[in-house]
């Protein structure tokens, strides 16, 4: 979606380094979603934000909503080959009927 | 509950050829998507419906395609007549929106559609 853009498209890391990826929205954010999707699979919920300067983690990934909400960041620490695939932020617009839309994806390799 | 089921999980099918595809959605979740995934364009919206009524529809790129929803159980997307284009991977989405914001999207594992 043009409407939700991430960087980078795609990611290369040693194992044990840290890494981010970003989500920039051209518009105000309701809801901030993300997923992780293993290569022919469909996709795995990690988190959903709402507030602004939201914080959450899962296990090793944690992500942001910022103040303005437009633009979201995950962090990934000490990665390993098991966080390799790719990653989607998806976002609400509107409180009406929620129509979920999504960014291009960034693909993460973890490398032993 | 099983998820949401997507059937068939790969189809190929000559060029011209009508193809429907099935899902299943969550038991009790109101509204439910159609996406189509590319390589080259990601992971589009093509239709999403709440409470089995279509709510928008933009997404579904030519009159070929063509959606429904006839219960709460039951949605099926159907390309009549198929071409080249279309092979892509198709998610269904089902979701239960609670007031302003939804609970997460809970997705099908995809169909992989190869228009030959």
């Known amino acids: 979606s043009q409407e939700l853009e991430q960087s980078p498209q795609s990611l290369i890391v040693q194992e044990g380094k840290n890494l981010t990826i970003n989500c920039t929205s051209s518009k105000t954010l309701y809801g901030l979603y993300w997923y992780k999707q293993k290569y022919g699979e469909g996709l795995i919920f990690l988190m959903m934000?709402?507030?602004?300067?939201e914080e959450k983690s899962h296990e090793k990934i944690t992500a942001k909503l910022d103040e303005k909400k437009q633009q979201s960041s995950l962090h990934i620490t000490a990665s390993q080959p098991s966080h390799a695939g790719i990653y989607l932020c998806g976002a609400v617009f509107s409180g009406g009927y929620n129509k979920l839309i999504f960014g291009a994806g960034t693909r993460l390799a973890v490398h032993p | 509950d099983a998820g949401v089921i997507q059937s068939p999980r790969h189809e190929v099918t000559e060029m011209g050829q009508e193809v429907t595809l099935r899902c299943k959605p969550i038991s009790g979740h109101n509204s439910l998507f159609w996406y189509r995934q590319t390589m080259m364009r990601g992971l589009e919206l093509l239709i999403y419906f709440n409470n089995n009524v279509p709510i928008d529809d933009s997404g579904m790129p030519e009159d070929r395609f063509s959606a429904k929803m006839p219960n709460a159980s039951f949605s099926t997307l159907k390309i009549q007549p198929s071409e080249p284009r279309d092979s892509a991977v198709y998610f269904c989405a089902s979701y239960q929106q609670v007031g302003a914001l939804g609970t997460e999207a809970f997705f099908g594992q995809g169909t992989r559609l190869t228009v030959v």
């Open positions: 934000l709402q507030k602004g300067g």
